[in-house]
Structure formats: C-alpha cells, structure tokens
C-alpha cells in the first residue's frame, strides 16, 4: 500500500518503562486536541490507573513505534471486544515533532498487516473527530471508509471509520494471504 519511499519504523509491545515517555507525549497540547478533543491530556488520576493497570495485566495491544535509530516515535494499539471479537479497534499517535515525515503511514501499515495476515481479523474499525483532516487522509489511503458520525461527551463531532478485511486485501492483492 506504501507508494512513497518509506521510512523504516519497527513496532514492539510496550513496556513499563515506557509510561513516561508515553505521559509526556499525552501532555503535547496539539496532538492531544486532535486525538481527544481536549489540549490537556489525559488527567493525573487516568494515569495513576494506567500504571496500576499496567502493573495488574500489563498493556497489551499497546505498541512503542520506533524509527530506524530506535527512538521511541509514538505508539499505536489495537483492542479486541468481547461481542466482536473478529474486529480490533486501531489508533495511532505519534509525537508532534515526527509528524508528516511518513512515520505514521509506516507505522499504520506494520499494524494494518499483523492484524490482518497474522491476527486473521476481519476488519478494523477506529473513531476520529471530523476535524483531524491529516489522520482521516492517511485512513483513506488506507482504505477505511466513514460508517457514521456521533458526538462525544463534550458534544464534538467524530466519525467512526471501518476498513474490512476484503478491501484490505482488495488494496494489498500483491501481497496479501487470506
Ligand atoms: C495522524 C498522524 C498519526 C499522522 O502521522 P504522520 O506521520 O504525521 O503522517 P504521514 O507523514 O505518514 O502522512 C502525512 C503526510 O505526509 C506525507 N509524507 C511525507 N513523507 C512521506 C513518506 N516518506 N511516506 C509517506 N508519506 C509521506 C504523506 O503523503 C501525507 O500527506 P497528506 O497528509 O498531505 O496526504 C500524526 O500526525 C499524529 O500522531 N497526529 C496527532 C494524534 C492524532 O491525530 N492521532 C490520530 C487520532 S484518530
């Protein structure tokens, strides 16, 4: 799907020692409108439960994304729910000062193909607001279409954006397994 020379990230499981620098790009203001809708981030009890959370079961589905000097760039996740467990819910967050160099179109399509070819889900599905025009871009050329539209608590609007298995494979024919 890449069509640009791409850089080269690597995507590893995070791990505890990683909840600093991930606190610290939570308190970049920009990205922390564009991903939830409030400059301020995440507040200290929500981080209080990340880490008492993560020393309870850990963090799974939580990946540190690295560029190819192994600097800590971002993170992406994936989640499984119970009535739908076929299906991962994705997001993507990347540091300001690493954006528009291709590291999220990278880091999204390492995610996308260990779902799709080693996880066997039948589709992804994410929730963006309808101002983040960069990030709904980079889901298009992914191939995520618009599902619906809502309102979040604060009464901002999002759109819920899917990507089923068949178009992935539709986009990716070259390469694709299953
Ligand atoms: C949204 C986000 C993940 C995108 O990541 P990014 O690394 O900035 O995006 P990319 O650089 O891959 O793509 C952005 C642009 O750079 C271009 N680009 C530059 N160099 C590139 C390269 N080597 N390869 C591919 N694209 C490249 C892309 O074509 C793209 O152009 P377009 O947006 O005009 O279509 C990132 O900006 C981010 O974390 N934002 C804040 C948090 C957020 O919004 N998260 C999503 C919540 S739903």
Known sequence: ????????????????S????????????EASYLDSGDRAGPEQDFRER???????????????IEDVSK?????????????????????IRLSERYWGQGLGTA???ALLKDLFRNNG????????????????????RFGFAIEESFLD???????????????WNDMNRSEACG
């Open 71 to 91: 600097r800590p760039v971002g993170y992406v996740l994936s989640r499984f729910y119970p009535e739908d467990p076929k299906r991962a819910e994705v997001a």
């Open 107 to 109: 880091s999204f399509d």
């Open 121 to 140: 889900v039948l589709g992804v599905w994410l929730t963006v607001y309808v101002f983040n025009r960069r990030a709904i871009r980079l889901y298009e």
């Open 153 to 167: 608590a604060k009464g901002m609007e999002l759109f819920k954006m899917t990507l089923p298995r068949t178009t």
């Open 50 to 64: 990340v880490l008492h959370a993560f020393d309870l079961v850990g963090m799974d589905g939580w990946y540190i």
């Open 1 to 16: 799907m890449l069509t640009k020379q791409s850089p080269h990230v690597e995507l590893r499981p995070l791990v505890r």
């Open 18 to 29: 990683d909840l600093g620098t991930l606190f610290a790009w939570w308190d970049e203001p």
